[in-house]
């Protein structure tokens, strides 16, 4: 069974503060994606990384993909109120669209 | 074009009840999917399709049995439900490979 586990599980910071999530496996995928989820609504896609080593940058956003494509990290600089919300991790194996989901990030950043 | 639209937003239905939710894409994508997601849970993979044909089904019960007409649309339809079948059901779309495009789902609820 391939497992995405993301860390932590919830963070509660104040405006301006940075911070990271991490989301890490033991298997190897061929692409991991970000999302971020408000209530009721649908995941939003807010990147796709499938090189080793690949980095993303999304305004205050940074996207990072391991070397070994087995975890991933996204940093947030300078966080804002509308930062608040679940960040999912997800990927999924070559060739393959069976996508799985880490439990998520609940974030929650005050003003 | 970068919408997957999805109705109805909501379903209240009995458990003899008969209803179908429906996703619509315009993007060319040629993979849909039908998610389950319960509250605080990330989604669950249900139902993928590739090509307009059912490449995974995920152990999914019988009383949940999906369509696709055609590539642009992905019905699922219910019947039979259990109370436990309430959530929020999510349709995607992508590319062959790459992140995945949510609807805003269905907020389903079985009484």
């Known amino acids: 069974t391939q497992l995405l586990e993301q860390s932590p599980q919830f963070l509660s910071i104040q405006e301006g503060e940075n911070l990271t999530v991490y989301c890490n496996s033991s298997?190897?995928?061929?692409?991991l994606q970000w999302y971020r989820q408000e209530p009721g609504e649908g995941p939003v896609l807010l990147v796709t990384?499938?090189?080793?080593?690949e980095v993303k940058k999304l305004k205050r956003l940074t996207f990072q993909f391991g070397d070994a494509r087995k975890d991933s990290s996204l940093h947030i600089t300078a966080a804002q109120p509308g930062d608040t919300g679940l960040y999912l991790c997800?990927?999924?194996?070559?060739?393959?669209?069976?996508?799985?989901f880490g439990a998520g990030t609940r974030l929650f950043v005050k003003a | 074009d970068t919408e997957v639209t999805q109705t109805p937003k909501h379903l209240v239905m009995g458990m003899t009840n008969k209803k179908s939710l429906k996703c619509e894409q315009h993007?060319?994508?040629?993979?849909m999917y039908w998610y389950k997601q319960k509250a605080k849970k990330p989604p669950e993979l249900m139902f993928v399709y590739s090509y307009e044909k059912l490449s995974i089904n995920e152990s999914v019960p019988s009383r949940f049995s999906p369509e696709c007409p055609n590539s642009s649309l992905l019905n699922l339809h219910l019947h039979a439900l259990q109370p436990e079948d309430s959530a929020l059901y999510l349709c995607?779309?992508?590319?062959?490979?790459?992140?995945?495009?949510f609807g805003q789902g269905t907020r389903l609820t079985v009484v």
């Open positions: 990384v499938v090189t080793g080593g």
């Open positions: 993007m060319g994508h040629r993979a």
């Open positions: 298997s190897v995928f061929s692409s």
């Open positions: 995607a779309s992508s590319q062959v490979s790459g992140g995945a495009f």
């Open positions: 997800a990927g999924a194996r070559t060739g393959g669209f069976k996508t799985i």
